[in-house]
């Protein structure tokens, strides 16, 4: 986990609030990922950004929001559209500037579980 | 496009047993390949890389894994299982120039039980 740092460890939400996670990270590294993982499900990828005040979606973007203001920070907004919000939330980093598919190693924070009430 | 098939979704084995993770993968171009473990409610922590060097990749834990082109293959191994060891172990494919928005494939995982 060092280096990377999510809160809340873990998130309660009512239906169609909207609820955001922080990913902090001092490790310098220019791309950040947001992950979010079912059981038996493996990781899906929701948005990334390789640069401050850029990012790009993901597999599963809907209903889900980022900025990415600072590099050190890249937090997710999961808004009332996402209709089944419940998961565990990873955030990810990894160096390099030549696009996200070329960085081979990713760090992974210890992740915020999200349960809608 | 770039796919990973994690052939067992639970592996359960006694304490001081070899461990086998079975992985394949599908990828046009040379992949780099990956094992990650997670243990319950935590992020994922690398275990081991290949990055087309020796094809014989020495993790962390003693785990190993071998990169076996001919056979898609990218099994993870550990001579003798510990009781820490009882997480979840994700093999990952990273294509740079296969598909997906960020080049990065996720297997769906194994679930590794140790029986003491």
Known sequence: ?117 | AQSVTQLDSHVSVSEGTPVLLRCNYSSSYSPSLFWYVQHPNKGLQLLLKYTSAATLVKGINGFEAEFKKSETSFHLTKPSAHMSDAAEYFCVVSDPQGGGADGLTFGKGTHLIIQP
């Open chain 1, 1 to 117: 986990d060092g280096g990377i740092t999510q809160s809340p460890k873990y998130l309660f939400r009512k239906e169609g609030q909207n609820v955001t996670l922080s990913c902090e990270q001092n490790l310098n590294h220019d791309a950040m990922y947001w992950y979010r993982q079912d059981p038996g499900q493996g990781l899906r990828l929701i948005y990334y950004s390789q640069i401050v005040n850029d990012f790009q979606k993901g597999d599963i973007a809907e209903g889900y929001s980022v900025s990415r203001e600072k590099k050190e920070s890249f937090p997710l907004t999961v808004t009332s559209a996402q209709k089944n919000p419940t998961a565990f939330y990873l955030c990810a980093t990894a160096g390099g500037t030549s696009g996200p598919s070329s960085y081979n190693e990713q760090f992974f924070g210890p992740g915020t579980r999200l349960t809608v009430l």
